[in-house]
C-alpha cells in the first residue's frame, strides 16, 4: 500500500460572492509543514513573508518552516503574541501591525498565520488591513483551525463587547494543512476539532458522520491516514456551503447549526468550556429544540448524543450555568436580527434546514423548556 | 434659465478588479443633503443608519441629514469624534466602533460619513471592520472629498509610524455630493481641494485644467453651476482611472501624480500644510523632475506652475523645510517597492506617463537638483 500520508490532496476552493470571486486551495497531505516553501511562492510570491504566531505554537514550529522557507531563499520574520483567545485583541493586532511596521515591512509582503484559530483569525486580520490588505496563507495546527476557521475568509479580533465584532472577509491564498502537527495538540483541542466535524456531518452528510463514529479510536490515536480522510471531507462539505454563500446571507447559515446555544453557552461559561465542548452541547441542544417544534425528525437528537459521547465530547448544559443567562446571551448573539433570534437547524442527521427557511425563529419557552431537560436550572 | 443647481448628475462608478466588481453612484447636487433619504435607502437599504460625523462638521449638517431621514421614517443615531487627521487613529476607529456596540447596532446598519475626508477615512475603516462590514454612503463636506477621497473606496486610519498605514477597500453604496454645503467650508481650504482638481487635469484633460483656470473666480465666489461642472468632471476622471484598476497596481497610479514629493513635503511640515497644498507643491516639483530626466515636455512645470499660483496654491517647497529630510520621507512612502521610490509622472497637461511605465524611478540627485532650485536648501 502506498504511504498516503505523503501525499497532498488539493481540494479547490471557489467563491462566488454578489461582486467578488476568489480561487484558492487547501492543501491536506502528512509532512507538508517542512516541505511548503515552493508551494508558498507560488500561491502568494512576496518580497518578504511575515510568519505570525503565538507563544505556544512558534517555539514548536516557527523554526521548521522559517528554515524550509530560507532554503529557497526566501526572506522571513516570525512575530509572536500570547496564545488565548483573551490576547485576540484589538491591541495585539494594533502591536503586530507596529512590530511589521517597525521592521519595514512594506505592501510586498504576505502574511504567514501559523497556528490555530486565534492566530489565523488574528493575523488574518492584520493583513486584511495592513497598508489596505496583504495576502495571507493560513497554516493551521489545530484540528479545529483545519476543518473550520481557515475556510472561508472569516477574519476578527474581540471587543469587550463580545467575540468576533470587528473583522473582515478575507480569503487566504492558499491554506497548507498538516497532520502531522496534530501530534502535539492537547486530546481536549483535538475532540474539540472533531465536534466541528460531526457538524459538517450532521448538517450535510450522514455517511462521513458514521464514518467519524466508526474511526474514533483511529482518530484519537492520529493515524495520519484517517486524519488526512477526515479534514479532506470535512473541508470539502465546509468549502461546499461557503462557495455557495461567503457573505453569509443564506445557504452558509447551515455552519451555524449548534451555535446559537454553543456561543451562548462558551460565553456564560466564561469560555471555560472549549469551543468545540460548547459546540457539542450546542447541538444536542438544538436538535432537540428542532424536535420540540417538530423542524427535525425524531430520534435525531439521541442519536447525535450517542456520537458525541462515544467521541468523549459533552452533550448537555453544565448544572451550574444559568439558563436564563444563555438565554440572554442568545439574544445578544451576531446572528441575532432585529431583534429575532435565529436558529440553524437540520432535518435529520446529514440534512440541514431547507433552503430558504435556514434561520428558525424559535419562542423563548421552547428554548427553556429543552434547556430544563438536561439539568436542573439554577435560577 | 433652468436651475440647473436643483438637478442631479449621476455619475456610475464600475470597479473592475481581478477578483471583484462593484458599481455605485456619485451623486452631484445642489441641495442634495437635504432631500437624501430615499436616494440613501434606495442605495443601502437597513434597520438602522449610523452618522459618523467629527465635531466641526456635526454641528452643521448632522441635524439636517437626521430629520431629513426621520421624515422617511428611517431610524438613525449620531456618532461624533473631535476632527483633525491627528485623531484619524485607531483609538478613534476603536471608540466609535465600541459606541456603535453600545448603541446595539447590528449587521442590519448602514453606515453614512459626513465630513471631509478624515471622516471618510476612519467611517469607512470602521464600516469596512463593524462586524465584518457594514454598507456606507459617503458624504463629503469639503471640495477635497467630494473629487478624491469619496471616489475609490480607500479607507484608513493613521499610526505613529505614518498616515493611512491601515485600513482596507471599501466601496460605498453610494456618494452624495452638495456644493452648497461648501459655502461654510474655509477659504485655503477650498482652494486645497481645487489642488486635487488641477491634478485630475493634469494627468487626464487639459480642456478641464484650462476650464479650472478660467472659471477660478467663479468657483472661489461659490458659484452653484460651477461647482457642479467642476465637481462632476473631476469624478468622472478619477472614476475612470479608478475603474480600470481597483487595487492600485497599474493606471491608478497616476493619480498619485504629485503626491510622492507632496506627502513627504506634507510629513516634514509636521502637517501644518494642508494636503492640497502640499500636492501642489508636490506636482509643481514633479513637473521639473520630469522634465529634467526627458519624461515632461519643456515648459510644461511653468506653465502648471501659473495656473497654481492664479488659483492661489504654493509652488515652492517652504525655505525652512529640510530637503534631504524630505528625500528620506519619500523613502519611507507607501509607494516605494523593494527600495526603489516610484514618481507618477506625466508627459504633458492632460497627459500621464505611457501606460506600462507608470512609475519612474528617480535618482535622489536629480530630486535633490530640482529641490533646491526652488530656494536655498537648509542643510
Redesign the interface.
Known sequence: MPDTGRSVHAIPITLEAA?????YEVLVGAGLLSGCAERLSRACPA?RYAIISDDRVQPLYASVLRENLAADGMQSDVFTFPAGEEHKT?ATW?AV??AM??AGL???TAVVALGGGVVGDLAGFVA??????LPVAQVPTTLLAMIDASVGG???VD????K??????HQPAVVLADPTVLRTLPDEHFRSGLAEAVKHGAIADSDHLAWIAAATTSLLSGDSDALVELIVRSVQIKADFVSRDE?ETGPRKALNFGHTIGHAVEAVSGFRLLHGEAVAIGMAVEASIGEAIGVTRHGTAARLREILLHIGLPVAVPPELSREEILRSTRTD?K???GRVEYALIEELGQAGAEGSWGYAVEDEVVRGVLGDGAPTSD
Open positions: 461582486h467578488s470571486s476568489a480561487q518580497h484589538r494594533a501591525t507596529d511596521l517597525a512594506g505592501r510586498d486584511a488591513t495592513y497598508m489596505r490588505g472569516k477574519t476578527a471587543t469587550p463587547a463580545g468576533n465584532l470587528v473583522g473582515a472577509f457573505r451576531k441575532a436580527r432585529a
